[in-house]
């Protein structure tokens, strides 16, 4: 199975500033036929469900402001939220779609 | 919109059987992959298993944890995505999420909670 590490665990934040969340996979998940790697980013709030932000690493979901992004390859990814706002307060979880059983990262908290 | 309600949720006892039932609605659910992921109370995310399309023959994967006691179907003449839940345990517990599957996961429905307890 592959393993996704998230850091921090938790991270204190203040608004308007820029919030940087990484993720480690415990092997590659860029696939080399197409150049891709398998890693999505989800937002959760409170009582809801999670909302996609993030795929294919980089590529961001229709709707997501574009304070958020993603960046990286291979098994060290980033998602950057620049500008934070007070909505953006809340836990994130990457995950990997490369293999089954896909695997979430244990999910890091924003804090004020 | 694309809409994804659960259902079937509630209370059972350790060793018993629950069926959950996810209507879909808003996109071509015959086209569809799905997926069921949970959260147990406080917890992360994790991924429960897998049904492919008709296309791909309806082909199923699991999580190691739930397997030889979930099974997924679906019902594309009613556009309905089921979970068979059988031989829970108390570690079960936890909001059941029914999700489109593209490879990531979304749009996500907003749960059903499973209690399992004696």
């Known amino acids: 199975d592959i393993v996704m590490t998230q850091s921090p665990d938790s991270l204190a934040v203040s608004l308007g500033e820029r919030a940087t969340i990484n993720c480690k996979s415990s092997?590659?998940?860029?696939?080399?036929?197409?150049?891709?790697?398998?890693l999505a980013w989800y937002q959760q709030k409170p009582g809801q469900p999670p909302k996609l932000l993030i795929y294919?690493?980089?590529t961001r979901e229709s709707g997501v402001p574009d304070r958020f992004s993603g960046s990286g390859s291979g098994t060290d990814f980033t998602l950057t939220i620049s500008n934070l706002q007070a909505e953006d307060v809340t836990v994130y979880y990457c995950?990997?779609?490369?293999?089954?059983?896909?695997?979430f990262g244990q999910g890091t908290r924003l804090e004020i | 919109e694309v809409q994804l309600v659960e259902s079937g949720g509630g209370l059972v006892k350790p060793g018993g059987s629950l069926r959950l039932s996810c209507a879909a609605s808003?996109?071509?659910?015959?086209?569809?992959?799905m997926t069921w992921v949970r959260q147990a109370p406080g917890k992360g995310l994790e991924w429960v298993g897998r049904i492919k399309n008709k296309d791909n023959g309806e082909t199923t994967d699991y999580a190691e944890a739930v397997k030889g006691r979930f099974t997924i179907s679906r019902d594309d003449s009613k556009d309905t995505l089921f979970l068979q839940m059988n031989s829970l345990k108390t570690e079960d517990t936890g909001v059941y999420y029914c999700v489109t599957h593209h490879g990531w996961f979304g749009p996500w429905g907003q749960g059903t909670l499973v209690t399992v307890s004696s």
């Open positions: 092997q590659s998940v860029l696939y080399s036929s197409n150049n891709k790697n398998y």
């Open positions: 808003g996109f071509t659910f015959s086209d569809a992959w």
């Open positions: 294919w690493a980089s």
């Open positions: 995950q990997q779609y490369y293999s089954t059983p896909f695997t």
